[in-house]
């Protein structure tokens, strides 16, 4: 134990010792904890960009884009990559944000070349750049100003004195050991560059370019390996203010000339908390015919169409809507991966005084785990946990009480497993492409068979427990691990002949297979989607939701939406920003937006609930796993030990950690109303709100056309008293 917490004192000193570094290369932007990137920032509004979808599904660079773009107030479209193909729909954008892996035509490099003519400002990330090199194109690259590239791992770099570090120059900085759960002590992988032309602005310690500024007439190219836009890819917690300020730099001098004179929307969207059920619109005392009315997140957002508000003019908003209940605005969760409440605490009602302690509302355990361990009293074929066995009572029931009793609601976390299937069904074990089965077997959850098992389980979690939801762990997806066993290739042969597809065998696809590929993904997707309901169903007839995780990535939340009545975003390696790309595009659904709790300093943890809730977040939560916990030292949290020099095995959550978490969640209410005060309208940014008031059943407000983009959208002008 002594030689363990040795470990974890040297862990800690490293962490520290990187911080510090980093933050003295840099001392005018050192970490004010209330003055990170909580506030929604507008000094882009009025500016639009295209952001081009690519194959890439980790790290959730697509969200992070469309998050750190929308929050500084641009208009973000999410498009293919094909819209370059016409030229003139790009014209109305001021830039083009995108990641490197794009397999341009010829004719496309010609679209972006006029794009760049016509004064557009091009940003492209490399990261993440794992993942192949099939996708990179040679000359866009060149177009960028790299003659050619290459790989490397990083562990520091020097922003070189460029339009990039302006207003603070050159500086070296150090790069974070570790980033959500991930561990870089071998240092992290980037893209480099041989420069052709253009001003290498980011560099290695030899010398080796990691970004490059290019001209191109009018318009403008930015490539960087060290993505500003994800301040914690290459940033410690302590130097996200940098990050940002590289990231705003890089914008303005992308579009040195400002934005287009584009056409305004003049639709504006006026905003009510989640739950509100609209009736009627007015405007001017007319009511508007068929209002859109949308959940975004937290909101109820409300499409009134002003073209009729002239530049100058005032007109009044009235929305009426059925009695707002006192409720609260944002649930706050909490993950524990592990059976934590049985393993660490000694009892059910002391496991919930530590949710209690938090101010949490909603706690998720896993209570299965991929190996068919339950953290309660299973099925035949499950292996229930010793703790679990030995207790007299039944654990899981009595902690389910507890919280129901302290307002708590519980969400059981579900992981599918092979132990048990392979032993009944050998022929139901997931075959990888070179025919064979797994080294640590797996089973096919597209084969009934492989599926009966786990479905048991299942219903008899949901039947046997008073649970308010279940939400799958991240093993469920046949995409994630396509399986070549016969049932699956005959099951594809069949889809192919419904639809009058040519069907060929999935193990001898080749680069040349591409469509038939994509094909085979929607097989996969839709096979996943069978499987999801009837889990569904189960859930369904005891009225609780179904979840599942989507990593935070768009294209991933774009296929999982259907399947699930709610869904949530590992939001680890990411900023919470990033959720804001989900959240536009889920609706109805719930999205939980899961915070990494471990190893990060307090006030990080507690700036990024705020930044979560200022992104339209509903939901927000922390993971956290413990291992164990050291009761004469309450304050270094929760660590293990256990993990002996394998560092990863050794998460805590630092010492003042869980105050900063209890304090920011018992604040999410209030931040949400001082956030939902500013954002009471949101659309055509012309518009402002002069006055107005909220009602049990109806928001009225006075709008105002300025003209011209306003920088602020409400001066503190709606009483919202009621919400308090
Ligand atoms: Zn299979």
Request: proline letters at 4%; aromatic letters at 10%.
């Amino acid at each position: 134990m002594v030689l363990a917490l040795n470990k974890t004192f040297v862990l800690i000193c490293l962490l520290m010792a990187a911080c510090c570094v980093a933050a003295e290369s840099a001392e005018k932007l050192s970490l004010a904890s209330n003055e990170r990137l909580i506030e929604t920032k507008s000094s882009f509004a009025g500016y639009s960009a295209v952001l081009l979808k690519s194959d890439i599904q980790w790290n959730a660079w697509d969200s992070t884009m469309y998050g750190t773009l929308t929050r500084r107030g641009m208009e973000v479209v999410w498009e293919e990559e094909s819209i370059i193909d016409t030229p003139a729909s790009l014209a109305q954008y001021d830039m083009i944000a995108m990641n490197v892996r794009h397999k341009f035509t010829p004719a496309q490099i010609e679209g972006l070349k006029s794009f760049l003519a016509s004064g557009g400002g091009i940003y492209i990330t490399t990261s993440p750049c794992w993942g192949g090199n099939d996708l990179i194109n040679e000359d866009f690259l060149r177009l960028c100003g790299a003659e050619s590239y290459s790989f490397l791992k990083i562990k520091e770099l020097t922003l070189m004195d460029s339009p990039l570090t302006e207003g603070f120059g050159q500086t070296k900085l150090l790069l974070p050991i570790w980033v959500g759960h991930t561990w870089n002590t071998e240092g992290i992988d980037v893209m480099s560059f041989v420069v052709k032309d253009g001003n290498s602005v980011i560099r290695d310690n030899e010398g080796k370019s990691l970004g490059i500024l290019k001209e191109h007439g009018q318009g403008r190219t930015a490539i960087l390996s060290v993505s500003p836009e994800n301040y914690k890819f290459c940033f410690p917690d302590s130097e996200v203010l940098m990050a940002d300020r590289i990231f705003d730099n890089t914008l303005r001098w992308l579009m040195p000339g400002g934005h287009k004179e584009n056409l305004r929307p003049n639709v504006i969207q006026v905003n009510l908390p989640r739950r509100a059920e609209v009736v009627s619109v007015f405007l001017d005392n007319k009511p508007v015919k068929e209002p859109v009315v949308r959940c975004v997140g937290s909101l109820q957002t409300v499409s009134v169409p002003v073209a009729s508000v002239k530049p100058g003019k005032t007109a009044t908003v009235k929305i009426t809507y059925k009695p707002l209940s006192k409720a609260r605005n944002i649930e706050t969760w909490v993950h524990h991966p592990g059976g934590e409440f049985c393993s660490v605490f000694k009892t059910p009602s002391e496991a919930v005084d530590f949710l209690v302690r938090l101010n949490v509302t909603h706690v998720l355990p896993g209570l299965r785990s991929a190996g068919g361990i339950t953290f309660y009293r299973g099925i035949p074929g499950d292996v229930t946990y010793n703790k679990i066995k030995e207790y007299s009572g039944d654990y899981l029931s009595e902690y389910i009480a507890e919280c129901h009793r302290r307002g708590i609601r519980i969400i059981g976390g579900f992981y599918m497993s092979n132990r048990a299937v392979l032993d009944k069904y050998p022929k139901a074990a997931w075959i990888g492409k070179n025919g064979k089965p797994a080294d640590d077997p797996w089973v096919c959850l597209n084969n009934p068979k492989g599926q009966e098992h786990n479905i048991e389980a299942f219903r008899q979690l949901v039947e046997d427990y008073q649970l308010d939801g279940i939400m799958l762990d991240d093993n469920y997806q046949m995409i994630d691990r396509p399986c070549y066993c016969d049932y699956c290739k005959n099951d594809f042969k069949t889809y192919c002949q419904l639809q009058g597809i040519t069907y060929k065998d999935t193990s001898s696809f080749t680069d040349d297979d591409a469509k038939l590929k994509a094909v085979w993904e929607q097989y996969m997707i839709a096979g996943t989607n069978v499987f999801c309901n009837k889990l569904k169903a189960i859930c369904a007839g005891r009225g609780i939701p179904l979840g599942g995780w989507v990593n935070g990535v768009m294209s991933s939340t774009v296929h999982n939406a259907e399947r699930f009545d709610f869904l949530g975003g590992m939001i680890y390696e990411v900023p919470a920003y990033a959720a804001r790309g989900p959240v536009s595009i889920l609706g109805e659904r719930k999205f939980v937006n899961l915070l990494w709790a471990m190893n990060r300093l307090p006030e990080a943890m507690e700036a990024e609930v705020a930044e979560a809730v200022c992104s339209g977040n509903q939901a927000v939560g922390f993971w956290m796993q413990f291992y164990g916990r050291d009761d004469r030292k309450e304050n270094w949290g929760l660590y293990t030990g256990k993990g002996g020099s394998v560092k990863n095995q050794n998460w805590f959550v630092e010492p003042g950690g869980l105050d900063s978490i209890a304090r920011a969640f018992d604040r999410t209410e209030e931040m949400w109303l001082s956030w939902y005060k500013e954002n009471i309208i949101t659309g055509d940014r012309r518009f402002t709100v002069r006055s107005g008031v909220l009602q049990s059943d109806k928001l009225t407000i006075k709008i105002r056309n300025c003209g011209k983009i306003a920088a602020k959208k409400s001066n503190d002008a709606v009483d919202i008293k009621f919400l308090k």
